[in-house]
């Protein structure tokens, strides 16, 4: 068990007897009154959110879980399969689980999956990967220093928003914590 201000996001959580991954923690210290720690959680297994609010002296408790690196294989159905580089044993893994990172997932990309009691709870993306844009409109030549932003298409499908000089063909890095770009990588 521990203090509500201590979940974070990808934390697991036990909640009535059912498993809930934390995809959005905010603490908040209102002027009045007691802080307090806002969430959205996630069923392990059915996949609908909640949103929950927690006092921040409240007691929580957070699940210990193994984990595997796997790296992703293929869609089948409405399942993606995913290959354990220790001993290469295949998982399914269903949709809901990762429906977040979908736009991101491309074949052989590593990850890591959570277990509780043997059964997958969870799909932890690497925190950056590369990608190449497909497609990008054309963007004002000499703008590489403003803050404007453009949206561009990645070779999974994605569209990520960036900076103006990225062009059709650029390698850029993405960050999977939050889908924003980082930069554009050099080939």
Known sequence: MVNAIDVKKGSVVQLDNELYNCTFAQFVNPG???????????????????????????????????????????????????????DYEQLPIPEHMIE????????????????????PVGVIPPNFVEREVTYAEEGLKGDTQG?????????????????????????IKVDLRDFSFVERVNK
């Open 147 to 171: 803050t404007a932003r453009k949206p561009v298409t990645i070779e999974t499908g994605a569209e990520v928003q960036v900076p103006l000089y990225i062009k059709t063909g650029d390698m």
């Open 32 to 86: 009045k009154g007691s802080a307090f720690v806002r969430t959205k959680l996630k069923h392990v297994k059915k996949g609908n959110v909640i949103e929950r609010t927690f006092k921040s002296s409240e007691k929580i408790d957070v699940v210990e879980l193994d984990k595997r690196y796997m790296s992703y294989l293929y869609q089948d159905g409405d399942h993606y399969v995913f290959m354990d580089r220790d």
């Open 100 to 119: 977040d990172l979908l736009p991101f997932l491309k074949e052989e990309m590593p990850v890591e999956i959570t277990y509780f009691g043997g059964d």
